[in-house]
Every structure is written in structure tokens, then in C-alpha cells.
């Protein structure tokens, strides 16, 4: 998955940037897209244990909760 700049210069705007550079703005998205891919594994790990194949918006709070408490 690939995020263009503009939306990821936007978040980095309302976080309080003045100005955001191609570069942040483009680590930002590397970043994201990381933490992303851990989230998304875990929930699709959750949807699986209960004999899903649908990956569902609880399983996905259940995975971010799973990840917060390991941190």
C-alpha cells in the first residue's frame, strides 16, 4: 500500500506543522505503513482463531488493544 504526500502532509499540518517536506512526509507514510502492517496481521491472526476468513472492524480494535498492552 502506497499513500501519496498530500494526505500525509495534511496530518502533518493538523498535528501543528507549518511547513512539511516531500521527505518527512514521505517517512511519515513509511512509518504508518509499518505500524499498519503489524495491526493488520494481528487482526487478520484474530479473525482466524474464531474461523473467520472477513477480517472485521472489532478485530481490528482487538488487535490495536492486544498491541498497545505489549508495548
Known amino acids: 500500500m502506497e499513500m501519496t ?3 500525509l502532509r495534511k ?3 493538523r498535528a501543528g506543522a507549518k511547513r ?3 521527505k518527512a512526509a514521505g517517512q511519515l ?3 504508518l505503513e509499518d505500524h499498519a502492517k503489524i ?3 494481528e487482526a487478520k491472526r484474530l479473525s482466524e482463531h474464531v474461523g473467520r476468513r472477513t477480517v ?3 478485530d481490528v480494535r482487538a ?3 492486544i498491541l ?3 508495548q
Request: hydrophobic residues 45%; proline residues 4%; glycine residues 4%.
Open 5 to 7: 504526500l498530500q494526505p
Open 11 to 13: 496530518m502533518m499540518k
Open 20 to 22: 512539511v517536506s516531500d
Open 29 to 31: 507514510g513509511l512509518i
Open 39 to 41: 495491526l493488520l496481521l
Open 56 to 58: 472485521m472492524k472489532r
Open 63 to 65: 488487535a490495536r488493544k
Open 68 to 70: 498497545e498492552k505489549r
